[in-house]
């Protein structure tokens, strides 16, 4: 069975609001043990977390063992003040107050830094995002800095100029990654950066009635489109799912983004899609863990 390289214990798939209040008056450890019994109930002995900016991945990294689970987290992600980021971390205004934020990172027990440079998708209409990216010379500077104090970078991001920026810049993983081209294609490949494009997140929401299926089938056909066409430009891949968000349930949806991957890439067992997909977890597994960069 493959890991989880992307979930969100926090969430649980049904409604953010009502997820993230169980947590504010103190982590509800019942909540994660269900979510840990899930990943368990499927074979699943790797997840690694997005962060949090309550405290409840830096808990589930505590109770996963219990588990059996190789539990990997960032404690919470960071974004720049104004900017999206804060439903899962903590904002920064200057490079002083991230260098700050990062050392928290390291004082907490984190893993790896996880920094948000881009909007979401917003499904209303293909191509849109909730806001433009960071300019590259800050993205640069924010994956330098985590580099420099040991830690890899898992990238939430999407559109061009994000993703190519980030790549670039020598990220170890890009999460998402909606709208990309070749440009940063190649410079995933060129980077040996993994690329987590967490698919299921628009599958699962075709025919719920919350957008236009229209709209939907647009997005969710040029992402499988990006996939393949990244594959064939030797973007090493991995699968993550964003567990937690709508729809995307914990445990099972890594089976659901295989099948994607499957259907777009080759049939059910094919042994050179699962060794790709194995050796993109090993890396993952390799980088993001405490002491990775020295």
Not at 239 to 263: C, M, N, R
Request: hydrophobic share 35%.
């Amino acid at each position: 069975m493959f890991g989880e390289c992307h979930a969100h214990l926090i969430m649980d798939g049904k409604n953010y609001k009502e997820a993230v209040s169980r947590h504010k008056n103190g982590v509800d450890e019942e909540v994660l043990k269900a979510h840990l019994a899930a990943y368990q109930a499927e074979g699943i002995t790797f997840v690694r977390d997005g962060g949090d900016s309550y405290g409840v991945s830096e808990q589930a990294k505590v109770m996963a063992e219990g588990y059996g689970i190789d539990y990997r987290s960032p404690i919470f992600a960071i974004h720049k003040k104004g900017h999206y980021g804060g439903i899962v971390g903590k904002g920064f205004e200057t490079f002083s107050e991230y260098r700050e934020l990062v050392n928290q990172v390291r004082n907490r027990g984190g893993d790896f830094i996880k920094i948000m440079i881009s909007g979401i998708m917003e499904y209303r209409e293909w191509g849109l995002l909730s806001e433009e990216s960071l300019e590259p010379e800050e993205i640069r500077e924010m994956i330098h800095i985590a580099h420099e104090e040991g830690f890899a970078v898992m990238i939430h991001g999407n559109g061009r100029k994000a993703v190519l920026a980030a790549a670039e810049a020598g990220a170890d993983s890009v999460e998402h990654g909606n709208y990309i081209d070749q440009d940063c294609m190649y410079a995933m490949a060129e980077q040996g950066c993994v690329w987590v494009p967490t698919i299921v997140t628009t599958k699962n929401l075709l025919g719920c009635g919350r957008y236009e299926d229209r709209v939907l089938e647009s997005i969710y056909r040029t992402e499988c489109e990006n996939l393949a066409k990244a594959y064939q430009s030797g973007v090493q891949l991995a699968l993550g799912s964003d567990a937690g968000a709508y729809l995307v349930p914990h445990g099972k949806a890594v089976a659901q983004e295989l099948e994607i991957f499957q259907e777009v890439l080759g049939k059910n067992g094919d042994r050179e899609l699962v060794s790709h997909l194995k050796l993109g977890e090993e890396k993952i597994r390799e980088r993001f863990c405490r002491g990775y960069i020295n």
